[in-house]
C-alpha cells in the first residue's frame, strides 16, 4: 500500500487525504480514514501546503503587459501574432522557471 501510495503521489495531480483514502479503497477495498491517510503521510515524511490557486487575470496581466503599452496593433491577425509571440514567450519564462515543460492546450 505504501508503495501505491509513493505512487499516487509521484504525479502530476494535487491530492488530498480524502481523495488518497478514497483511491486506497478503491485499489484495497479497504476504508481508511482520511486521518490514518495523513498519518502515515507524515511518517513517510511528506508535507503539505495548501493548493494555490492562480486566477486567469494574473496571465492576462503578464501578457497584456507585454503587447498593449508597447505596440499599436493596426490589425486582428497583427495582434493574434502578438499575443501568440507573448504567450510563447511566457511559456518560455514559465518553463525556465519551474525547470519542467508545461502542457500546451491546442
Same mark, same amino acid.
Given at each position: 500500500?505504501?508503495?501505491? +501510495?509513493?505512487?499516487?503521489?509521484?504525479?502530476?495531480?494535487?491530492?488530498?487525504?480524502?481523495?488518497?483514502?478514497?483511491?486506497?479503497?478503491?485499489?484495497?477495498?479497504?476504508?481508511?480514514?482520511?486521518?490514518?491517510?495523513?498519518?502515515? +503521510?507524515?511518517?513517510?515524511?511528506?508535507?503539505?501546503?495548501?493548493?494555490?490557486?492562480?486566477?486567469?487575470?494574473?496571465?492576462?496581466?503578464?501578457?497584456?503587459?507585454?503587447?498593449?503599452?508597447?505596440?499599436?496593433?493596426?490589425?486582428?491577425?497583427?495582434?493574434?501574432?502578438?499575443?501568440?509571440?507573448?504567450?510563447?514567450?511566457?511559456?518560455?519564462?514559465?518553463?525556465?522557471?519551474?525547470?519542467?515543460?508545461?502542457?500546451?492546450?491546442?
Amino acid at each position: 500500500m505504501t508503495a501505491y +501510495l509513493q505512487e499516487l503521489l509521484s504525479g502530476e495531480r494535487a491530492w488530498t487525504a480524502p481523495l488518497l483514502a478514497e483511491a486506497l479503497e478503491g485499489r484495497f477495498f479497504t476504508r481508511f480514514h482520511p486521518g490514518t491517510v495523513r498519518r502515515r +503521510l507524515l511518517a513517510l515524511g511528506y508535507r503539505w501546503k495548501r493548493t494555490r490557486y492562480v486566477p486567469v487575470e494574473t496571465v492576462w496581466r503578464r501578457v497584456k503587459g507585454w503587447l498593449l503599452p508597447r505596440r499599436y496593433y493596426g490589425s486582428v491577425e497583427e495582434l493574434r501574432r502578438g499575443v501568440e509571440e507573448a504567450l510563447r514567450k511566457l511559456q518560455e519564462r514559465l518553463e525556465r522557471e519551474v525547470g519542467q515543460s508545461l502542457c500546451r492546450a491546442t
